[in-house]
């Protein structure tokens, strides 16, 4: 079908045909008749195939199902209601606790802020006012008895 493009020549192979061997079939041998008491074993049901081999086997009863007269207690569109009003419910008290959160977390900030501006405020109000001996003044020691006395470099 598609050309060899090969230069050889093409090469011839042996094809095997399997043939299907017919399989005889079985001879049935009818089943021994067991004497059972009524009641405790369902009957059994034999069926001749087209072919001639018997199928033996329990014969089953199929339950008729009887459908639901009464409709339920409740409607559906009552349960999609209370269901749907729950949801709205607890989305509100979700929204209720995000508000709150966020409420609390910018008490939080602001706290937070106030403190930063307390404590460097008294830091820059301890260095503006502060004495430092490194400026001059007058020291009085009572105990040691020393006086140091103002002193300017110029």
């Not at 606790?97 to 301890?126: D, E, M, R, Y």
């Not at 400026?135 to 009085?140: D, E, F, H, Q």
Request: charged share 10%; hydrophobic share 45%.
């Amino acid at each position: 079908m598609y050309p060899d493009h090969t230069h050889h020549p093409p090469v011839q192979r042996a094809v095997e045909v399997h043939q299907p061997t017919p399989v005889p079939p079985a001879v049935a041998a009818p089943a021994p008749v067991v004497p059972v008491q009524a009641g405790s074993v369902p009957a059994v049901a034999s069926v001749v195939l087209p072919d001639g081999r018997i199928v033996t086997g329990y014969a089953i009863d199929h339950t008729q199902h009887t459908p639901a007269a009464t409709p339920p207690a409740v409607s559906r569109t009552a349960v999609n209601v209370a269901l749907g009003g729950v949801g709205f419910l607890a989305v509100c008290g979700g929204l209720l606790l995000l508000t709150s959160f966020i409420a609390a977390l910018t008490a939080f900030i602001t706290q937070l802020i106030t403190l930063a501006a307390v404590v460097f405020g008294g830091w820059i109000a301890v260095q503006v006012l502060g004495s430092d001996s490194r400026r001059g003044g007058t020291t009085v020691n009572i105990r040691k008895a020393v006086i140091k006395r103002n002193h300017f470099h110029g």
